[in-house]
Each structure stands twice: as C-alpha cells, then as structure tokens.
C-alpha cells in the first residue's frame, strides 16, 4: 500500500519562505507524476503545482514564479519550494502521486502566512 506523508508546513511571516516535502513509500511502481494541492477554509481544494516523471511541470498562475515543484526520483520525494508567501496561501497542503492508474493522497499539512 502506498503511503505519502507531507511535511514542513507551519508558520510564517508575509513575504517569507517554507519548503514542502512529500515522500512515497510501499510502493514498486514507478511514480507518474506528483501534485500539490491546497484547500482554504470553505474553499474548494485546488492543484497549486504538478510534476511528471520527466520534469515536466505546470503551476497556477497566482504561485507562478514565487513556487518551485522539484522531485527526487530516486528517493519517490518530491518538494515544493515556497517563497514571497502571502496571506492568501493560507491552507492546508496536500500532495498526491499518480502511480498506475490510481492516485494517492498524504494527509495535508498547515501552512500559515501572517504576520
């Protein structure tokens, strides 16, 4: 069974920086691509960035050029590099990794931006 635990979300400042993990583990299979979400109180749950096994990625345009979707293959991590945060990213951060045909899900992690 595979299993993805999100981490290093928390506090932070306006115009500050924090860098998601996910990593993958129980699984054998090659990992197609990895996605981070996020969800805002009474919000719908919304993809914030994606990366495909080749580096390909696609981002949202309100995180465009202020986050960065990287992965490690050889570890099944893959991160998400946050910087000039804002209030309005205040959420919780899931991420989740298409393998074969199903799609997993980590639990989320809180990100908070205020001052």
């Known amino acids: 069974q595979v299993q993805l635990v999100e981490s290093g979300g928390g506090l932070v400042q306006p115009g500050g920086s924090l860098r998601l993990s996910c990593a993958a583990s129980g699984g054998n299979s090659t990992i197609k691509s990895v996605g981070w979400h996020r969800q805002a109180p009474g919000k719908q749950r919304e993809l914030v960035a994606r990366i495909t096994s080749v580096g390909s990625t696609y981002y949202q345009d309100s995180v465009k050029g202020r986050f960065t979707i990287s992965r490690d293959n050889a570890k099944n991590t893959a991160d998400l590099q946050m910087n000039s945060l804002k209030p309005e990213d205040t959420a919780v951060y899931y991420c989740?990794?298409?393998?074969?045909?199903?799609?997993?899900w980590g639990q989320g992690t809180q990100v908070t931006v205020s001052s």
């Open positions: 989740d990794a298409v393998i074969g045909l199903w799609t997993y």
